[in-house]
């Protein structure tokens, strides 16, 4: 499978615990993304790198999120001390030189 | 500031019926980007069609196509020939040409159920 991949796929998480989810975008693509998708909604952009480099933050990106892309390969979006607001679906996307971002089938996580 | 707009929320067709799904999208920027993705209930977003603001022909892919009308800052999808297996959310989004790192903005979605 060439595609972006995203695990876990299903995360159930008590409030107050932190989770990390993981990212690894088609070889060879440079940029990565993430995004936020609620029930009913489209997804919102979090943050984005260019190869290693964290290039945008969104507003929506707290400090208890974190996101990094060592060596410019696969990526991990960490929350801290999550909250029920934190339940959503976590969607990694890459890019390579053209126009198409390709979406992984996302990280759901729900806060109980 | 580039905004997305989808209309219909929901959406009913019969089978081998086409159908039309609404996106008309807000901008000032003379070069952008225009997208289909098909969201199934799996979760996975599906690229479907790309129309460029500069093509000046209408975007085909099989039994997709997008109807650009630029004037009216409209992107409309065509699913022809619509089948069982199209059902699915469907979302409309817009990458503008100068926007940092091409991140897209995504519409709120139409949720296309095709009946037997």
């Known amino acids: 499978d060439t595609g972006v991949s995203q695990n876990p796929r299903h995360k159930i998480t008590k409030r107050g615990q932190n989770v990390t989810f993981r990212c690894d975008p088609i070889?060879?693509?440079?940029?990565l993304y993430w995004y936020r998708q609620t029930l009913g909604q489209g997804p919102e952009f979090l943050t984005y790198f260019q190869n290693e480099a964290q290039l945008e933050k969104s507003r929506l990106l707290s400090d208890r999120f974190s996101a990094e892309r060592p060596k410019g390969s696969f990526s991990t979006l960490e929350i801290q001390r999550t909250e029920q607001g934190d339940s959503a679906m976590y969607l990694c996307a890459s890019l390579d030189s053209g126009n198409t971002i390709y979406f992984g089938e996302g990280s759901w996580l729900t806060v109980v | 500031a580039q905004k997305i707009t989808q209309t219909q929320p929901g959406m009913f067709v019969q089978e081998k019926e086409a159908v039309t799904l609404d996106c008309t999208y807000d901008t000032s920027d003379q070069s952008y980007g225009l997208f289909w993705y098909k969201q199934p209930s799996s979760g996975e977003m599906i690229f479907l069609i790309y129309?460029?603001?500069?093509?000046?022909q209408n975007a085909t892919e099989g039994r997709y196509s997008l109807n650009f009308q630029k004037a009216r800052k409209s992107a409309n999808l065509v699913i022809s020939a619509s089948q069982l297996g199209d059902s699915a959310m469907y979302f409309c989004a817009m990458r503008e040409g100068k926007s940092q790192g091409g991140k897209l903005i995504f519409g709120q979605g139409t949720e296309l159920s095709v009946k037997p």
């Open positions: 070889s060879e693509h440079n940029r």
């Open positions: 129309q460029g603001s500069y093509d000046e």
